[in-house]
């Protein structure tokens, strides 16, 4: 049969295009810098694979042509797209990366071999909600309790040569006080969060590492407490022979809480 | 010769209408997951399971897996993660595929290819996982497998420690004991 030249050259295209890359729908153009996996495609090679030809055919039984004019082309991807995965997933989310065609037909997932989930476990999501957020909280407090702590020991150390090595000058005790008082008040602060976070779930059998954070944490409040102590005391004792011990234990301390505070982060963070 | 090839056959083909389960306490899931500081890896045996081999040698199975159940060695982690796949609504993490052994419904040297479909917080993805399968003296199959899935495309809102997130791909592996149901 002597086919016109316009449908001769469909008839070449349509079997090209039932395997091109097809946008599923009108496709936005990416921004510059944008992945272009975040621009959903969907290729007819992710379809069960069907030969155009029999697009032509279900055309024309549907009062088509067998000469592939450009609406048969279309049917055919139209059906083609129609079957391709993902359509089950989010909005704008990128494909899976071993993903591929979900097989239907004979072949198809469309079973249930388990029968009704059992009941499962009751979660209680705002109260895991309200748990993430203060741990959010502890954990952005805690790290810039660190800080602070880091700073007051190395000012600490400083006022120390300064007063019982050095000039005697004094000028590190309004900013070890300063730090002091900040850390004391970041570490209240932080505590009190993680003390606060409800625990929704059963929590673990064994030692595990939010165990040693937390063991750390509480050897570091009762030596937090004491150094705060040994501070205070440690002043009062101006111009008194046992002042020097007292800032030698002081100063120790403050070394062992450095330690232990270091401990629990690195716990969790390690 | 012949003969004990015959043999070995009529013992590594599957019967036409076989039911297996998952038998727990012989299987594991495990989960790893990866941020700039840490490899996280959480394991569950607490695995519900079944596969159907057909006449035609289409086999079918189907795996659930509650998500609450994944231990990772850290309570709190775990909590983070249940929170993340939002556990209360999407309670387990289920795979479905098929796989075709052929006619003679024999288990295949090397791996066989399942495909199907893996549900993770309420989305679901296709994927396809290659399987080894293999005949245990006890008659029982040890099925072992791998894959990945996107967390992103999972809909998934990755966790983060100090303030980096975790990266998108998770990977799973699994070794399942099937006995085969009576």
Same mark, same amino acid.
């Given at each position: 049969m002597h086919l016109p030249r316009r449908s001769a050259v469909l008839a070449v295209l349509a079997p090209l295009c039932a395997v091109a890359p097809w946008p599923a729908r009108a496709e936005p153009r990416p921004e510059p810098g944008v992945s272009l996996f975040a621009t959903r495609r969907v290729h007819l !090679?992710? $379809? *069960? !694979?069907?030969? @155009?030809?029999?697009?032509a055919g279900a055309a024309q039984l549907e009062g088509g042509s067998p000469s592939l004019p450009p609406r048969v082309a279309r049917l055919g991807l139209a059906r083609a797209l129609d079957s391709a995965p993902g359509g089950e997933a989010k909005p704008g989310t990128p494909p899976s990366p071993s993903g591929r065609a979900a097989p239907s037909g004979p072949g198809s997932i469309d079973f249930d071999l388990l029968? *009704?989930? *059992? $009941? $499962? *476990? @009751?979660v209680?999501?705002?109260a895991l909600r309200l748990r993430r957020t203060l741990l959010g909280w502890h954990q952005g407090v805690g790290l810039a309790m660190f800080g602070l702590e880091l700073a007051t020991t190395v000012v600490g150390q400083l006022n120390y040569d300064d007063k019982f090595g050095g000039a /005697?000058? /004094?000028?590190y005790v309004q900013t070890h006080e300063l730090l002091a008082f900040s850390t004391l008040a970041a570490f209240a602060v932080s505590g009190t969060l993680a003390l606060l976070a409800p625990a929704p779930l059963k929590p673990n059998e064994g030692f595990d590492r939010v165990t040693l954070h937390k063991y750390s944490m509480f050897t570091a409040t009762a030596l937090m407490a004491t150094e705060a102590v040994l501070g205070v005391w440690t002043q009062s004792r101006e111009g008194y022979l046992n002042q020097k011990g007292i800032a030698v234990a002081h100063l120790a301390i403050g070394y062992a809480t450095l330690a232990a505070v270091g401990t629990g982060i690195g716990a969790l963070v390690f | 010769m012949t003969r004990s090839l015959f043999v070995l056959w009529l013992a590594l083909a599957l019967p036409a209408g076989g039911s297996y389960r998952v038998d727990a306490a012989g299987s594991r899931v495990e989960y790893t997951i990866v941020h700039k500081l840490h490899r996280v890896e959480g394991k569950s045996s607490d695995i519900e399971g079944r596969a159907l081999v057909k006449g035609n040698g289409t086999v079918q199975a189907m795996v659930r897996v509650p998500v609450?159940?994944?231990r990772s060695g850290d309570g709190n982690r775990d909590e983070h993660m249940l929170e993340a796949v939002e556990a209360g609504k999407y309670p387990f993490v289920v795979f479905k595929g098929v796989a075709n052994l052929g006619p003679e419904r024999a288990l295949p040297a090397g791996p066989l290819e399942m495909q199907g479909e893996v549900e993770l917080h309420g989305v679901k993805r296709p994927i396809v996982v290659p399987l080894s399968l293999a005949l245990q003296p006890d008659g029982s199959i040890r099925g072992r497998g791998s894959f990945e899935v996107s967390l992103d495309a999972h809909g998934v809102e990755r966790p983060s420690l100090l303030f980096v997130k975790i990266e998108d791909h998770c990977h799973i592996d699994f070794e399942l004991t099937l006995r085969e149901e009576r």
């Open positions: !090679l992710d $379809a *069960p !694979l069907a030969s @155009p030809w029999s697009f029968g *009704p989930a *059992p $009941a $499962a *476990p @009751p209680d999501e705002g /005697n000058t /004094n000028k | 609450a159940s994944f």
